[in-house]
C-alpha cells in the first residue's frame, strides 16, 4: 500500500526547508487563479495592509477563520498577547465583509488551563458590531482517551452575524437519520409524534454537529503535515447555509486549503492566506489536485511527491502519520 506522507511541517524544520524552495509564493506574494478567481496571498492575517491588498476592495459574504488557538495551550503567547492578536484579525476580517454577512470561528478550549482561549476570546467578540448566533459543537470521532478525565471529542465552532445574511435551511439537512421518538403535540385534533410530522427521513443540522468525520491519514482528503486540518464536509456546510452561489468567502488562515477547495466544489470564489508560504502552496496544490484527479487530498501521500519522494523524507509509524493531521487541542 502507498504510504508516503509528511510528517507534521510545524515539528520538522528540515523538511520545511525542503519544501520552501518549491513553493511559488514568499512573504508578502499573492497568487490569482486564472479559472474561477480565488486568491491565496502569504500574509499575516493581523496585518490591515496587507490583508486590504488581498480584498482589493471587494468585500466578502461569509468568513470562516481558524486561527492557531494552540498557541496559549502551549504556552508560546499569554492568553492576553493571544487576545491583542487576535482583535487585530478580527477585525481586518470585519473590514473585509459586506454589511450582510457572517463568520464563523473555529477554537479551542483548553480544558487544563480554564478552557482557554475560548472564554476570553467570546468576550473579546463583544466589542465588534456583530450578533452572536450560535455556538456549534463538532463531535469527533476519534477523541483522545483518558483515565481520569472524559474523553475529549468536541470542536468549538463560534458563528456571528452582522446585518440580514444568507442562510439556506435547505443547505442545513444532514444524513443523520430522524430516529428519536417522543415529542407529541396535537395536530388538527390528532396527538401526532415528531417522526408522523416531518416530511424528511433525515434531520436538520443543530448545533451539536454528530456526522462530521475528522480527518485522518486513511481519508482521501488527508493532506498529511497539516496538523490542525477542518474536515471539507464541515466547511462546505458552513459555505452552503450561509452564502449563496458565486459568493466571495475568506480565510485568512489556510492550513490545509479546506476553504478554498469547498468554495471551488461549492461554486464561490474564495480569498485566502496564510503567514507561511509552505501551507500557501499546499492550498494552491490542493486545489490543483482536486481539478485534475478530482481527488480531495492525498491519502498517505503528499503534496510534494513529485518534487520530494520517499527517500527523501523521514518516515513515520502510522500512529505518528495519524497524529500528525490531529488538531492539537480539543
Known sequence: MHN????????????????????????????????????VACIDAADA??????????????AIQDPPYNLVAF??????????????????TLGALAPDSS??????????DHFQPLPEFM????????????????RNQRGYGTQKNWMAVRQELLYYVRGNPAFNIEAEYTDIPKTLRGYYKDVG??????????????????NVWVDIQQVFYRLQENVSGCYAQKPLKSVDRIIRASSRPADLVVDFFSHSGTTL??????????????????????AIRRLEHFRTSGKTGWQNGHAF????????????????????????LF
Request: net charge positive; with cysteine.
Open 4 to 39: 508516503n506522507p509528511l510528517p507534521r511541517i510545524d515539528e520538522q524544520p528540515e523538511v520545511r526547508a525542503k519544501l520552501l524552495p518549491l513553493c511559488r509564493l514568499k512573504p508578502g506574494g499573492m497568487w490569482t487563479d486564472s479559472v474561477s478567481g480565488h486568491r
Open 49 to 62: 495592509s496587507a490583508v486590504s491588498s488581498l480584498m482589493d476592495r471587494k468585500l466578502a459574504s461569509l
Open 75 to 92: 504556552e508560546t503567547r499569554s492568553v492576553r498577547d493571544y487576545i491583542a492578536w487576535a482583535r487585530c484579525w478580527v477585525t481586518n
Open 103 to 112: 463568520l464563523y470561528v473555529w477554537l479551542g478550549a483548553d480544558q487544563r
Open 123 to 138: 468576550i473579546l467578540m463583544r466589542e465588534f458590531p456583530i450578533q452572536a448566533r450560535s455556538f456549534i459543537t463538532v
Open 189 to 206: 385534533g390528532e396527538r401526532t409524534e415528531n417522526l408522523e410530522r416531518g416530511k424528511r427521513d433525515t434531520i436538520r443540522a443543530g
Open 261 to 282: 477547495l469547498a468554495a471551488e466544489i461549492a461554486g464561490r470564489r474564495c480569498y485566502t492566506a496564510d503567514v507561511d508560504p509552505v501551507y500557501c502552496e499546499i
Open 305 to 328: 511527491e513529485k518534487e520530494l519522494p520517499a527517500s527523501m523524507l523521514p518516515h513515520p509509524s502510522d500512529t505518528a502519520a495519524d497524529r500528525s493531521t490531529q488538531p492539537t
